[in-house]
């Protein structure tokens, strides 16, 4: 029965009524065709974190919150790209393992096949954001945008930044522009080269730098690009996510003033097939570290020469020590975590040092 609102009408504006919202959903239906479509794989991490109060920007539970209520937090996600989200894990990335690694960069590798897939997104948290960007940056087949995003304060802090900073990676994950760099990382309005990005302080939302200084800016939803990335990555890789089952045992032995050789020999008896030296300066070995270091590669364990040095520790070969001699390997400007992943990337294919090598030059 039409109501008493409806009888008002003339003719003509009731049919006029009557069309508008098949009209109005057409348009929307149009617009959505147009957009790209991004999927959003969630991690946990700060970025699903929640505190006890909004005065709590450092002191909180991480990976608290579902990927369903963080697109919903950002509403305006839907005029950028038709979004969907998937709860991947939900954990702490400092408790990320090589399982969690392999599970990710599997699914990853799933939805880039995917002809309804245009970018993905992956929320994670801070503490290992980088190693895992640079994981994905090695292994993933495709010229599709995968873009990494955290955040440094908690969505229930007053000054949370991961709102905008996954609107900005849904804004570079759909852009045809993005396609072709990489694994990149959103943060603080950067775009940086997942390769290149690590975490250099905490507690401020400007964490994540690189020394070779960021790809480009997202502004209001646009992406501004500067400059490309170097090394081969994703596309261009001998790695492929699809052919690893597990990684190798690769372990980080830190250097220091009055450094001895327990840790890297305890390591080593643990079962580490390679040791990344976090070294001083340009990856410099301490006089008591070098006989255990030198009996452990000819007992078969790698040993990788990297350096602690925050932002651009850049390790020259047989510079520091005769690493031809040694029949060590250097891990060039990636710092131990990085240098730890490369390794247990490169070791699926190859225990050769000397191949070893090249892989550290070329990625």
């Given at each position: 029965?039409?109501?008493?609102?409806?009888?008002?009408?003339?003719?003509?504006?009731?049919?006029?009524?009557?069309?508008?919202?098949?009209?109005?959903?057409?348009?929307?239906?149009?617009?959505?065709?147009?957009?790209?479509?991004?999927?959003?794989?969630?991690?946990?991490?700060?970025?699903?974190?929640?505190?006890?109060?909004?005065?709590?920007?450092?002191?909180?539970?991480?990976?608290?919150?579902g990927v369903d209520k963080l697109i919903a937090g950002?509403?305006?996600?839907?005029?950028?790209?038709?979004?969907?989200?998937?709860?991947?894990?939900?954990?702490?990335?400092?408790?990320?393992?090589?399982?969690?690694?392999?599970?990710?960069?599997?699914?990853?590798?799933?939805?880039?096949?995917?002809?309804?897939?245009?970018?993905?997104?992956?929320?994670?948290?801070?503490?290992?954001?980088?190693?895992?960007?640079?994981?994905?940056?090695?292994?993933?087949?495709?010229?599709?945008?995968?873009?990494?995003?955290?955040?440094?304060?908690?969505?229930?802090?007053?000054?949370?930044?991961?709102?905008?900073?996954?609107?900005?990676?849904?804004?570079?994950?759909?852009?045809?522009?993005?396609?072709?760099?990489?694994?990149?990382?959103?943060?603080?309005?950067?775009?940086?080269?997942?390769?290149?990005?690590?975490?250099?302080?905490?507690?401020?939302?400007?964490?994540?730098?690189?020394?070779?200084?960021?790809?480009?800016?997202?502004?209001?939803?646009?992406?501004?690009?500067?400059?490309?990335?170097?090394?081969?990555?994703?596309?261009?890789?001998?790695?492929?996510?699809?052919?690893?089952?597990?990684?190798?045992?690769?372990?980080?032995?830190?250097?220091?003033?009055?450094?001895?050789?327990?840790?890297?020999?305890?390591?080593?008896?643990?079962?580490?097939?390679?040791?990344?030296?976090?070294?001083?300066?340009?990856?410099?070995?301490?006089?008591?570290?070098?006989?255990?270091?030198?009996?452990?590669?000819?007992?078969?364990?790698?040993?990788?020469?990297?350096?602690?040095?925050?932002?651009?520790?850049?390790?020259?070969?047989?510079?520091?020590?005769?690493?031809?001699?040694?029949?060590?390997?250097?891990?060039?400007?990636?710092?131990?975590?990085?240098?730890?992943?490369?390794?247990?990337?490169?070791?699926?294919?190859?225990?050769?040092?000397?191949?070893?090598?090249?892989?550290?030059?070329?990625?």
């Amino acid at each position: 029965m039409m109501n008493t609102a409806l009888k008002s009408f003339a003719p003509g504006a009731l049919a006029l009524l009557l069309i508008l919202p098949t009209a109005v959903s057409a348009k929307e239906a149009e617009q959505q065709q147009k957009l790209a479509n991004v999927v959003i794989l969630a991690t946990g991490g700060t970025i699903a974190g929640a505190g006890a109060s909004a005065a709590n920007s450092a002191t909180y539970q991480a990976a608290k919150v579902g990927v369903d209520k963080l697109i919903a937090g950002v509403p305006e996600l839907a005029q950028l790209a038709n979004v969907r989200g998937e709860q991947v894990m939900q954990i702490a990335s400092e408790s990320i393992s090589n399982e969690d690694l392999l599970k990710l960069g599997k699914r990853v590798a799933e939805l880039a096949e995917s002809n309804d897939v245009d970018g993905i997104v992956i929320t994670h948290g801070t503490d290992t954001l980088e190693e895992t960007a640079y994981f994905l940056n090695l292994v993933e087949k495709t010229d599709k945008p995968i873009v990494v995003v955290g955040s440094m304060r908690p969505g229930t802090a007053m000054s949370a930044d991961g709102m905008l900073n996954l609107y900005n990676a849904v804004a570079v994950a759909s852009d045809k522009q993005s396609r072709g760099k990489g694994v990149l990382v959103t943060m603080n309005d950067e775009i940086q080269s997942g390769r290149d990005v690590s975490k250099s302080v905490n507690i401020k939302t400007e964490a994540f730098k690189s020394a070779w200084g960021p790809m480009g800016m997202v502004v209001e939803g646009k992406s501004y690009w500067f400059r490309l990335p170097a090394k081969r990555h994703t596309s261009n890789s001998e790695f492929d996510i699809k052919q690893i089952s597990s990684l190798p045992q690769v372990d980080i032995a830190y250097g220091y003033g009055n450094v001895t050789d327990t840790a890297y020999k305890a390591l080593a008896q643990n079962g580490a097939k390679a040791l990344i030296h976090a070294g001083t300066g340009n990856g410099s070995v301490s006089s008591r570290v070098v006989p255990a270091l030198q009996e452990l590669r000819k007992n078969g364990v790698q040993i990788i020469r990297s350096s602690h040095v925050n932002q651009g520790g850049f390790v020259l070969r047989n510079a520091e020590q005769p690493d031809d001699k040694n029949d060590w390997v250097v891990a060039h400007d990636l710092n131990p975590q990085k240098a730890r992943i490369l390794a247990m990337v490169a070791m699926t294919k190859t225990q050769d040092s000397k191949e070893l090598q090249r892989i550290f030059w070329e990625y």
